[in-house]
C-alpha cells in the first residue's frame, strides 16, 4: 500500500559541487538498471544505464556505479548545474521481464 | 533519443465522465507500451501493458473497467478513465519501447488528471 506519511529523500548541493544520489534494490535476479532524471510536471528523461555485467559506466558528468554485493546503486553528477535539480529514480530489471520497477525517488536541489 | 508524446498534458473533468489519454511514439514504432499513474512525491506506479493488437495486462489491483486501454497501432495507446472520481485524480504517465527485446524505455510528459 502507499507509504503514507514518507517523504521524499532529499538531497541539496551547492552549485558547482558533485552530488551522490544512493538506490537500494532487492530483486538479486535483476541485470539492467537505469537512472531517470524527472523534473517537476514531465516525464522521466533517461540518463544513464548498466548492466549487472559492468561495476561502472560514465556518460557525460554523470557516472553510475553498481555494487551487486550489496544491491546498490549510485548515480554521481559532476559539477552540479541549477538545471540538474530534479527528482531522480532508479529503475531495475531482470532479463525476460519486460518491466520496469521503480526506487523511490531522490529529490536534488541544487543551491546557486 | 526516441520521442514519446503524450496528449493532453492537463485536463480537469468532472465527476462521473470519461477522460481519454493519448500516447504516441513519433519517430518509431513501439510494440509494448506502459501506463504508470504517480501520485504527488511518490514513484511510478504501473498499472497496465498495453500490447498492439492485443489486450492489455493490467497489474494486480488496477481495476481494467476503470482504467481501459487501448493500442490499436505501433504508434498510439489510448488510456481512457472511464466514470472519474476525485480519487482518480493523478499524474498519469506512459512510456513505450524503440525496439521488441529491448528493455530501455522512453516516457511521454505526462498527463496531470484534476477530477471535480
Known amino acids: 500500500g502507499e507509504n503514507v506519511g514518507l517523504h521524499l529523500p532529499t538531497l541539496s548541493v551547492q552549485e558547482g559541487d558533485n552530488s551522490i544520489i544512493n538506490c537500494a534494490y532487492s530483486?538479486?535476479?535483476?541485470?539492467?538498471f537505469i537512472w531517470y532524471k524527472q523534473e517537476s510536471g514531465k516525464g522521466p528523461q533517461f540518463i544513464i544505464d548498466?548492466?549487472?555485467?559492468?561495476d561502472k559506466r560514465q556518460g557525460q558528468r554523470v557516472t553510475v556505479l553498481l555494487n551487486k554485493t550489496v544491491k546498490h546503486l549510485s548515480l554521481q553528477i559532476a559539477a552540479t548545474q541549477p538545471g540538474d535539480s530534479a527528482v531522480y529514480f532508479c529503475?531495475?530489471?531482470?532479463?525476460?521481464?519486460?518491466?520496469?520497477?521503480f526506487g523511490t525517488g531522490t529529490r536534488l536541489t541544487i543551491i546557486p | 533519443g526516441a520521442v514519446v508524446s503524450q496528449h493532453p498534458s492537463r485536463v480537469i473533468c468532472k465527476s462521473g465522465t470519461s477522460v481519454k489519454i493519448e500516447c504516441r511514439s513519433l519517430?518509431?514504432?513501439?510494440?509494448?507500451m506502459f501506463w504508470y499513474r504517480q501520485f504527488p512525491k511518490k514513484s511510478l506506479m504501473l498499472m497496465a501493458t498495453?500490447?498492439?493488437?492485443?489486450?492489455?495486462?493490467?497489474e494486480q489491483g488496477v481495476e481494467k473497467d476503470k482504467f481501459l486501454i487501448n493500442h490499436a497501432s505501433l504508434t498510439l495507446s489510448t488510456l481512457t478513465v472511464t466514470s472519474a472520481h476525485p480519487e482518480d485524480s493523478s499524474f498519469y504517465i506512459c512510456?513505450?519501447?524503440?525496439?521488441?527485446?529491448?528493455?530501455?524505455?522512453?516516457f511521454g510528459q505526462g498527463t496531470r488528471l484534476t477530477v471535480v
Open positions: 512510456s513505450a519501447r524503440a525496439q521488441e527485446g529491448a528493455v530501455e524505455a522512453f
Open positions: 498495453s500490447n498492439e493488437g492485443s489486450k492489455a495486462t493490467y
Open positions: 529503475a531495475e530489471n531482470n532479463f525476460g521481464n519486460e518491466k520496469l520497477t
Open positions: 530483486n538479486s535476479a535483476s541485470d539492467y
Open positions: 519517430d518509431f514504432q513501439a510494440t509494448t
Open positions: 548498466i548492466r549487472s555485467n559492468m
